[in-house]
């Protein structure tokens, strides 16, 4: 197999980084879909984005993130969270949506199945329709190891369309995590197999498979638009997209903003005011509000 351009420049990969990039071809791979009765083509995650044939910054970027997540491993296995501390590189994802003026943040309705969950890596994105996971299934089929399946499917939450026996096919493939904005079920079972899986909500009814959609084309999920290769982040608090053209400017952002806080973290522990490190006094002065001392 042919190498991929630039990625001679890059640093080593981690190995989840390095199966994904395994996949690559150097020319993007498209496969062709009927839609509606009407052949469409569309290029897969992985080869057309960018992600391991672009530029060796974003590959780096990507890598770096993943490198700040973890799977969620069996409750049994599970140790307790360690204490903030200055050094510790979480790169939360509000603290990778900082890059962007605090844009990217998909709706809080979207929650883990367990609040240890986290991941990262590049969107494959699918459009389903409601109580439908046609799409969602064909879209785990196509997906490449370390890509974050992200479905679209209108909100609808009365509906389980993922579940461990999906969640099975995805780990097996190496996929990073699932993202939907309708329901799942088997939560219990999704703990316990470490699958990330974030959804609008928990639903034992069952789905059909009966309409066909777009696959790896624009998607609107959580309020945010999210486009196949834009880098996905989830975590306990929430979950954040990262366009893959800021993806390094986004590590930079991040690194810095967790710098910052170590800094007021310490100061605060050496007994440093609220008001002294944020500056409040003259804000509540230009509102009209003095403390008097």
């Given amino acids: 197999m042919a190498s991929a351009p630039n990625a001679a420049a890059a640093p080593p990969l981690s190995a989840a980084s390095a199966a994904s990039l395994a996949a690559v071809e150097p020319r993007p791979a498209d496969r062709v879909f009927l839609t509606d009765g009407v052949s469409k083509t569309y290029a897969m995650t992985g080869s ?11 590959v780096t970027a990507i890598d770096t993130l993943q490198s700040q997540t973890s799977s969620c491993p ?15 590189r979480a790169f939360v994802q509000d603290t990778v949506r900082v890059y962007r003026g605090r844009l990217g943040a998909l709706a809080s309705a979207i ?48 509906a389980g369309s993922f579940g461990d026996v999906l969640a099975n096919a995805c780990q097996s493939k190496g996929l990073a995590g699932l993202i939907t904005d309708t329901g799942v079920r088997d939560t219990e079972d999704l703990r316990v197999l470490g699958f990330p899986v974030f959804s609008r909500s928990v639903s034992i009814k069952g789905t059909v498979k009966e309409t066909v959609g777009p696959m790896c084309e624009p998607v609107s999920i959580g309020g945010v638009l999210v486009r196949p290769g834009d880098v996905m982040r989830a975590d306990a608090d929430g979950v954040v997209v990262v366009r893959r053209e800021d993806a390094a400017d986004a590590v930079t952002a991040s690194q810095e903003r967790t710098d910052a806080e170590a800094g007021f973290i310490a100061a605060y522990r050496a007994r440093r005011t609220v008001m002294e490190m944020c500056g409040l006094a003259p804000v509540l002065a230009a509102k009209c509000l003095v403390i008097e001392e």
């Fill in 48 to 58: 057309s984005i960018g992600y391991g044939v672009g530029p060796a910054d974003l």
């Fill in 74 to 88: 069996p409750p049994s296995a599970r140790p307790p969270l360690p204490p903030r501390s200055p050094d510790r």
């Fill in 111 to 158: 929650k883990p199945v367990d609040h240890t969950m986290s991941l990262c890596g590049p969107a494959c994105t699918v459009q389903c329709a409601p109580r439908d996971n046609l799409m969602l299934q064909t879209a785990i089929a196509y997906a490449r190891p370390g890509d974050v399946v992200v479905v679209s499917a209108g909100k609808y939450e009365e």
